[in-house]
């Protein structure tokens, strides 16, 4: 167990819907990065949040958007949903901009029918 | 820009022979260097870093890595496997001028043979 958590688990939903997925860092870290894994794409960074700001980003899509709260947990919020959005979508944090490591969450199986 | 390349999809080897899982590099400056690895349905699991200092770094359940400035490459091995270490392996590259942006391989299927 990593330390970080990810609700929910599971999400089906249907094209054109909006959802919001949310994580929670391990005590104490400060930076949280969403990633997006798929088949066909591999694992994908999207953003990185650093308390509170953006620090990072990488091939996130204009539909979707992220934000870290002043608690430092994170929501990524996915818009206008496609068939092609369905993926794992996994959170993950460290202690701060300096450190290396990342300690991933379980994920969130998104799928969209 | 960063990019990180594992050659091979999957890599198959017997229980109790030694295991590589190939990774191959391309950054800018000094780079800093990871493993990862992934069980089914599960997130996925820190194992061993390269920064600086000795070529070769100790991980987690027996692994390590071979940092080659020359070759650019990072292999992962082990010397002996366990059908437990089947699973998926991702190699990753991290900017040393950014803000942690990391750049992760399209990642290698480990399969242990008993």
């Known amino acids: 167990d990593s330390g970080v958590t990810q609700t929910p688990k599971h999400l089906i939903t249907a094209t054109g819907q909006r959802v919001t997925l949310r994580c929670s860092p391990r005590s104490g870290d400060l930076s949280v990065y969403w990633y997006q894994q798929s088949l066909d794409q591999g694992l994908q960074f999207l953003i990185q949040y650093y308390n509170g700001e953006e620090r990072a980003k990488g091939n996130i899509l204009e539909r979707f958007s992220a934000q870290q709260f002043p608690d430092l947990h994170s929501e990524l919020n996915l818009s206008s949903l496609e068939l092609g959005d369905s993926a794992l979508y996994f959170c993950a944090s460290s202690p701060g901009q300096g450190d290396y490591e990342q300690y991933f969450g379980p994920g969130t199986r998104l799928t969209v029918t | 820009a960063q990019s990180v390349a594992q050659p091979e999809d999957q890599v198959n080897v017997a229980e109790g022979n030694p295991l590589t899982v190939k990774c191959t590099y391309s950054?800018?400056?000094?780079?800093?260097l990871f493993w990862y690895v992934q069980y089914p349905n599960r997130g996925l699991q820190f194992l061993l870093k390269y920064i600086t200092g000795d070529n070769l770094v100790k991980g987690s359940y027996g692994f390590e890595a071979e940092f080659n400035k020359s070759q650019t490459s990072f292999h992962l091995k082990k010397p002996s496997a366990l059908v437990s270490d089947s699973a998926l392996y991702f190699c990753a590259v991290r900017d040393p001028g950014g803000y942690q942006k990391v750049t992760f391989g399209t990642g290698t299927k480990l399969q242990v043979i008993p």
């Open positions: 950054v800018s400056g000094n780079p800093y």
